[in-house]
C-alpha cells in the first residue's frame, strides 16, 4: 500500500515508499473574526473550540464542520507561484500548515494530527479576502482541494509544531 490518494484510492511516493503521513508545518488562530492570525507553537484541540482560542472552531453547530482548518504547504507554494507573490501562509487563515502529505479530499477521511483526531468534512472554499491579497489568488487556490479541507474535532488532544499528521481511514 502507498499514499492514500485524495478519492481514496493508494499511489507509491517517491522511491515506492509507503507515505500516508506528513508533518505539522506550522499552526494558527485568530481570536475573532477579521483579526490577524496568530501563529502558535503548540494547541489544545477540542469538541467545543477546535483550536484553543480560534474564533471560528468554537462557532455553533450540530456538529459544527468546520472546527479545524488544514492546507498542504506544497499547494500554498503553488497557488503563490501561480500569482507570483510570497505571502506567509496564516494569510490563508488555516490553523494548520501539513507538510510532506496529500491531504485526503473526500469527507469521512480522518487524520491524526498530534494527539488529536480530525475527520474531514469537505473543502475549504476561498474566500473573497484571498483575492485582497493577490490578484488571482483565490483562483489559484480553487482546483483540487487546494485552498484545504475543513474538518471537525472526533477525538481531543494536542498539536505541536513536528508533529506527525497520519491518514488513518
Not at 478519492?7 to 515508499?17: K, N
Not at 505539522?24 to 469538541?47: L, S
Not at 501561480?82 to 501562509?89: E, F, S, T, Y
Request: hydrophobic share 40%; with cysteine.
Amino acid at each position: 500500500m502507498g499514499l492514500l490518494e485524495p478519492h481514496g484510492r493508494h499511489r507509491q511516493g517517491d522511491g515506492g515508499a509507503d507515505l500516508v503521513s506528513g508533518r505539522v508545518a506550522g499552526i494558527a488562530r485568530h481570536a475573532r473574526p477579521r483579526a490577524p492570525m496568530e501563529v502558535i507553537d503548540h494547541a489544545t484541540v477540542t469538541f467545543a473550540g477546535g483550536i484553543q482560542g480560534d474564533y471560528r472552531g468554537a462557532m455553533k453547530g450540530k456538529p459544527y464542520k468546520r472546527q479545524v482548518t488544514l492546507i498542504e504547504a506544497s499547494d500554498w507554494a503553488t497557488a503563490q507561484d501561480l500569482v507570483g507573490h510570497n505571502i506567509a501562509w496564516q494569510e490563508r487563515r488555516a490553523n494548520l500548515l501539513a507538510e510532506g502529505i496529500d491531504l485526503p479530499q473526500r469527507p469521512g477521511a480522518r487524520l491524526r494530527v498530534g494527539t488529536a483526531l480530525l475527520e474531514v468534512t469537505r473543502e475549504t472554499d476561498p474566500c473573497e479576502r484571498m483575492e485582497a491579497l493577490a490578484e488571482g489568488l483565490r483562483a489559484a487556490l480553487t482546483p483540487d482541494w487546494r485552498g484545504g479541507v475543513c474538518t471537525m474535532v472526533v477525538e481531543e488532544g494536542e498539536v505541536a509544531v513536528g508533529d506527525t499528521i497520519r491518514i488513518e481511514a
